[in-house]
């Protein structure tokens, strides 16, 4: 299995395969043509208040990561979007796109940590 991360302003590769964005505000200064994307998934992303709450600070990853798991396991979203990622991964890779500048304290780690024990 294939998931990778990316910043969504990091050049798309053609590694890459199919390409999501799982960030629920439009990353500034991104043209949808330099995005390259097979999707933008917003409903799968961080609640605005969790993200909020967060606020990129690494002293609340941890808890971050707790509380964006149970919203994953409780969003009617969750299964259509593991649905999808099986689908492309079986053609080749899947990128999760994000746009924090933080490349290990985000939820598409999260996110790729949670694909992974579901497929």
């Known amino acids: ?14 590694s890459d395969g199919f390409r999501v964005l799982v960030d629920r505000i439009w990353p500034r200064g991104m ?4 995005a390259a994307l097979g999707e933008w998934d917003k ?13 990129h600070d ?19 979203e969750t ?6 990622v099986r689908q492309h991964i079986d053609e080749g890779s899947v990128t999760l796109l994000f746009g924090a500048k ?3 304290h985000n ?3 999260v996110l790729r940590e949670f694909l992974e024990e579901k497929i």
């Open 1 to 14: 299995m294939n998931i990778q991360i990316k910043r969504i302003y990091d050049a798309p590769d053609a």
């Open 31 to 34: 043209s949808r043509e330099k």
């Open 43 to 55: 409903m799968i992303a961080p609640s605005s208040a969790l993200r909020k709450w967060f606020g």
């Open 58 to 76: 690494p002293e609340r990853y941890e808890e971050f990561r707790k509380r964006y798991r149970k919203e994953l396991e409780d969003n009617p």
């Open 79 to 84: 299964e259509q979007f593991i649905t999808l």
């Open 102 to 104: 933080d490349r290990e």
């Open 107 to 109: 939820q598409a780690v």
